[in-house]
């Protein structure tokens, strides 16, 4: 961190102060598939019957 004057500059990891690495995104996209599938599961079921 440094200031200059009133400003004060930070570091880009320091400000995001986050997860960056892809775990996240793994985490992310599985979970977006299995709630698509969840929905369809949900949804067919009661239409094939």
């Given amino acids: ?4 004057g009133d400003e004060v500059h930070i570091e880009t990891e320091e400000a995001r ?3 960056t690495n ?3 995104r793994w985490v992310l996209g599985i979970s ?3 709630a698509v599938v969840a ?3 949900v949804w067919l079921i009661p239409a094939l019957s």
């Fill in 39 to 41: 929905m369809s599961v």
């Fill in 32 to 34: 977006l598939g299995l």
């Fill in 17 to 19: 102060a986050g997860e």
């Fill in 1 to 4: 961190m440094e200031r200059r």
């Fill in 22 to 24: 892809n775990g996240v």
